[in-house]
C-alpha cells in the first residue's frame, strides 16, 4: 500500500533500522534514533542505485513524490540520476571558483610581487571599490560587455573619468588571464573601446569669485577617490550635520523608503530627524551595495569596523583646491543657515531645528523632535533643488544679492 502521512507519523523507530515502502522505487528509511530520510531505488545500466531525496518532515511526502518522479523521467531519457547530481555539484563548485573575483584575486597574487607597493594596492582597491561589489560573484565568462559597461559607467558618472579608464583595463588584464587559464573564451573589454571619452587634462582653478558656492558644489561631484569619501562629500551640504554625526552615520539608523535619518546628537544628547531628499536618497543608494552590509554608511578605509576618518572629508577638499579659509566641515551648516533664511526665505526657526540647535517655544519649552517636520521636509527638499540649481550656473548671483 501506497504510504499515508498518518503513517509516517505514527512510525516508531526500532533497534534497527527499517524501511517503509511507497510506490515505484521510493520508501522511507528510519534510523534507530528516529531519522527519516526519503530515497529513491532505481536501476541504471542494470545495477541498483540509491538516490536520496532529503529527510521527513522538511520534505513531504508529495514533494519526495515529485522528487522521485523527476529522477525517473531522467532514468527513462538515459541519465543516471545520480551522477546528474554529481555534475551539478561540480558545476555549481566550478562555477563559485570561476568567479571574476577569485580569478581577479588570482591574477593579482600572480603580478602583484612584481609592482611596487603602492601601484598594487591602487589595484586591488581599485577592483575592491569599483568591480567587486557589482560583478565580482558572476563567473568570469558569463560577464557580457554591456555588463562590464554598466559597471564601469558608474564610475564614469561620479565624475572619475581616468579611474574608469584604469578600472576598464585592469578588468581586461583580468579577462585575458582568465581566457590564458581555460576559464573564459574571450576578453569582452575589448568591445568597449571608444565607449568611454577620452580623459582630458583640467586644472580646477582656486574658488575666489562670486559663485563659490556653486564652485565648491561642482568640485565635490569632480572628486575622483573613493566612492564612500564622494558620497560623503556629496551629501554634506545635502544633510548640513555636523562632520562628525555625518562620519559616524549608521545604516541602521537610515530609512531609504521613508526617506529619513533618525539618530541622537552627541553634542545634546537629543534625538534628531533628517528628513532626506531625492538626491541624498540617490546617493546613499548608490553607496548602498558597498557599505551597506557593514555598520557604517561611511567607513573607514582600513577597517569597516570604524567610521572615516575625521580628516577624510577635508583632505579631499583639500586636494581639490578648495583651502581651509573657504569651507570646511562645518562651513556646509553656516552655509545653508544663511542662504536657507536670506535667499530661501524658511523660517528661522525651521532652520535652527534642522541644525539641530537647541530652539524654545515662548513659553522656554524645548521642541521635541517632530516639530515642523512636514515643513522641514519641505526645505530640505527645496534646499537640495535649489543646490542643483546653483551646479547648473542658475541663481548663483541670488547669493550676494540676499548676503
Known amino acids: 500500500m501506497p504510504l499515508t502521512d498518518t503513517a509516517i507519523k505514527k512510525a516508531k523507530p526500532e533497534a534497527k533500522q527499517r524501511k517503509l515502502y511507497d510506490e515505484r522505487g521510493l520508501f522511507l528509511l528510519i534510523s534507530p534514533k528516529g531519522g527519516k530520510w526519503w530515497r529513491f531505488k532505481y536501476l541504471f545500466d542494470g545495477k541498483e542505485k540509491l538516490l536520496s531525496l532529503?529527510?521527513?518532515?522538511?520534505?513531504?511526502?508529495?514533494?519526495?513524490r515529485d522528487r522521485r518522479d523527476e529522477a525517473r523521467k531522467q532514468v527513462a531519457a538515459d541519465i543516471d540520476p545520480g551522477?546528474?547530481?554529481?555534475?551539478?555539484?561540480?558545476?555549481k563548485v566550478a562555477k563559485q571558483a570561476n568567479s571574476f573575483e577569485v580569478v581577479a584575486r588570482e591574477w593579482y597574487a600572480k603580478h602583484s610581487p612584481n609592482w611596487s607597493a603602492n601601484h598594487g594596492?591602487?589595484?586591488?582597491r581599485r577592483l575592491e571599490r569599483d568591480i567587486f561589489p557589482w560583478i565580482g560573484g558572476s563567473p568570469v565568462a558569463d560577464i557580457t560587455a554591456p555588463q562590464l559597461l554598466e559597471v564601469i559607467r558608474r564610475i564614469e558618472k561620479?565624475?572619475?573619468?581616468?579611474t574608469a579608464h584604469r578600472?576598464?583595463?585592469?578588468?581586461?588584464?583580468?579577462f585575458r588571464y582568465a581566457v590564458a587559464t581555460g576559464r573564459a573564451e574571450r576578453d569582452p573589454s575589448g568591445d568597449l573601446r571608444g565607449a568611454l571619452p577620452p580623459v582630458k587634462e583640467t586644472h580646477f582653478a582656486s574658488v575666489t569669485d562670486p559663485?563659490?558656492?556653486?564652485?565648491?558644489?561642482?568640485a565635490l561631484d569632480s572628486y575622483e577617490g573613493t566612492l564612500t569619501v564622494r558620497c560623503a562629500l556629496r551629501l554634506a551640504p545635502l544633510v548640513f550635520v555636523r562632520?562628525?554625526?555625518?562620519?559616524?552615520?549608521?545604516?541602521?539608523?537610515?530609512?531609504l523608503e521613508g526617506a529619513e535619518w533618525r539618530y541622537t546628537v552627541t553634542k545634546?544628547?537629543?534625538?534628531?530627524?533628517?528628513?532626506?531628499?531625492?538626491?541624498?536618497?540617490?546617493?546613499?543608494?548608490?553607496?548602498?551595495?558597498?557599505?551597506?552590509?557593514?555598520?557604517?554608511?561611511?567607513?573607514?578605509?582600513?577597517?569597516?569596523?570604524?567610521?572615516?576618518?575625521?580628516?577624510?572629508?577635508?583632505?579631499?577638499?583639500?586636494?581639490?583646491?578648495i583651502s581651509k579659509d573657504e569651507m570646511s566641515g562645518h562651513g556646509f551648516r553656516a552655509m545653508a543657515r544663511t542662504i536657507l533664511d536670506e535667499v530661501l526665505g524658511f523660517r528661522p526657526d525651521y532652520i535652527e531645528h534642522q541644525l539641530a540647535h537647541a530652539v524654545r517655544d515662548p513659553n522656554g519649552r524645548a521642541y521635541n523632535r517632530t516639530a515642523h517636520l512636514p515643513e522641514r521636509r519641505k526645505m530640505m527638499q527645496d534646499w537640495a533643488d535649489y543646490l542643483d540649481k546653483l551646479k547648473a550656473g542658475a541663481e548663483i548671483i541670488s547669493i550676494n544679492q540676499h548676503a
Request: net charge positive; glycine share 8%; aromatic share 4%.
Open 54 to 64: 532529503g529527510t521527513y518532515p522538511d520534505v513531504s511526502l508529495k514533494e519526495a
Open 268 to 321: 545634546t544628547n537629543t534625538q534628531h530627524i533628517v528628513p532626506l531628499s531625492r538626491q541624498s536618497v540617490k546617493i546613499l543608494t548608490e553607496l548602498h551595495p558597498l557599505t551597506g552590509r557593514g555598520h557604517y554608511v561611511f567607513p573607514g578605509a582600513r577597517s569597516a569596523a570604524r567610521p572615516m576618518s575625521e580628516n577624510a572629508i577635508l583632505a579631499a577638499m583639500r586636494r581639490m583646491g
Open 83 to 91: 551522477e546528474h547530481r554529481k555534475a551539478q555539484k561540480t558545476a
Open 167 to 174: 578600472a576598464l583595463g585592469n578588468c581586461g588584464q583580468v
Open 243 to 255: 562632520p562628525g554625526e555625518l562620519r559616524h552615520a549608521r545604516w541602521a539608523d537610515i530609512d
Open 158 to 162: 561620479r565624475g572619475a573619468l581616468e
Open 211 to 218: 559663485a563659490k558656492v556653486a564652485g565648491v558644489l561642482r
Open 121 to 124: 594596492d591602487r589595484i586591488i
